[in-house]
């Protein structure tokens, strides 16, 4: 059944999952950082605003107004999750009749596993300052629900990959670099498989849910890069080892690096009834080319 979706952040992600529902007869709005995004997301069809995290202006609100399903996409930043920051009373009027509330979270709140396996039931422990504000966030999110009976699901991402997001355009670039960290160990999705997870919660809610949402097959940086070259018909860069190498990365690629998890994704199989498009790197990338 259609409805209408509001997404606070329509990045990648949330994009993606708004072009497809569109194509079933849903009607789309939500909201982007700057006026030239938000002209992009009009020409595609979408009902977007401004959102600068601080205020709601008179149409983001009337928007807002009529949709039933919400996703919240928009990342924690020092003071908090920016939605429940600038906008908890009106959300509080309106959370009585929405269908379906979504947060996008990531599996950096698991910490560092040593490369063992975690779940839903696993106790979170971030270990960088991102994944605790991420984890912190969850928590407004869930006292939100708690007080108004919003009927929120929690879906925490690992990386996210897809159309020209994927180390094809990196190794295009010449850019890509591959680094030897003994037993280092990421989960990643495939932007489609996201998608069609959200979809499935939002036919099935399960209000209180924790989702993890990633592929059938945790896997390294560099296995990765090397199978992106070879479907290219190149060489994959050369190993750097991660230990003199990080000293040229940014904070956030040098938090990436911190964990080493393998993340399960049983729930979504048994009950969403999830079977991934994309159950491991190599489908997802042979089918980006």
């Keep these: 059944?259609?409805?209408?979706?509001?997404?606070?952040?329509?990045?990648?992600?949330a994009a993606t999952l708004a072009h497809?529902?569109?194509?079933?007869g849903w009607i789309v709005g939500g909201t982007?950082?700057?006026?030239?995004?938000?002209?992009?997301?009009?020409?595609?069809?979408f009902d977007a605003h401004v959102f600068d995290g601080e205020s709601l202006s008179a149409g983001l609100r009337a928007c807002l107004q009529r949709a039933d399903t919400i996703l919240i996409s928009t990342p924690p930043g020092d003071e908090g999750d920016p939605v429940?920051?600038?906008?908890?009373?009106?959300?509080?009027?309106?959370?009585?009749?929405?269908?379906?509330?979504?947060?996008?979270?990531?599996?950096?709140?698991?910490?560092?596993?040593?490369?063992?396996?975690?779940?839903e039931t696993s106790a979170p422990a971030p270990t960088s300052?991102?994944?605790?504000?991420?984890?912190?966030?969850?928590?407004?999110?869930?006292?939100?629900?708690?007080?108004?009976?919003?009927?929120?699901?929690?879906?925490r991402l690992p990386g996210i990959y897809g159309p020209g997001r994927s180390p094809f355009d990196s190794l295009r670039a010449g850019t890509a670099r591959r680094f030897d960290k003994q037993g280092?160990?990421?989960?990643?999705?495939?932007?489609?498989?996201?998608?069609?997870?959200?979809?499935?919660?939002?036919?099935?809610?399960?209000?209180?849910?924790?989702?993890?949402?990633?592929?059938?097959?945790?896997a390294s940086q560099a296995e990765v890069i090397a199978f992106a070259a070879e479907l290219l018909g190149m060489a994959p860069p050369p190993l750097e080892p991660f230990a003199t190498a990080q000293a040229s990365l940014s904070q956030m690629a040098r938090s990436f690096y911190r964990d080493s998890k393998?993340?399960?994704?049983?729930?979504?199989?048994?009950?969403?009834?999830?079977?991934?498009?994309?159950?491991?790197?190599?489908?997802?990338?042979?089918?980006?080319?």
């Excluded at 982007?32 to 069809?45: D, F, H, N, P, W």
């Design 84 to 119: 429940l920051a600038s906008a908890a009373d009106a959300l509080r009027a309106l959370a009585p009749r929405w269908r379906w509330l979504g947060y996008l979270s990531t599996t950096g709140v698991y910490g560092d596993k040593s490369g063992a396996w975690v779940d």
């Design 32 to 45: 982007a950082r700057t006026a030239e995004k938000v002209g992009i997301l009009a020409r595609q069809g």
């Design 129 to 155: 300052p991102r994944a605790a504000r991420r984890l912190a966030a969850e928590i407004a999110w869930q006292c939100f629900a708690s007080e108004t009976g919003a009927p929120l699901h929690i879906f």
């Design 1 to 13: 059944m259609a409805g209408n979706l509001f997404c606070f952040g329509l990045g990648y992600s």
């Design 184 to 218: 280092q160990i990421f989960s990643r999705i495939h932007v489609d498989d996201l998608a069609t997870v959200l979809m499935a919660s939002m036919a099935r809610p399960s209000p209180g849910a924790i989702y993890n949402v990633c592929d059938d097959e945790p």
């Design 262 to 289: 393998r993340v399960r994704n049983d729930r979504i199989k048994r009950e969403l009834a999830i079977r991934l498009a994309y159950p491991t790197y190599r489908e997802g990338l042979a089918s980006l080319l």
């Design 20 to 24: 497809r529902l569109s194509l079933e």
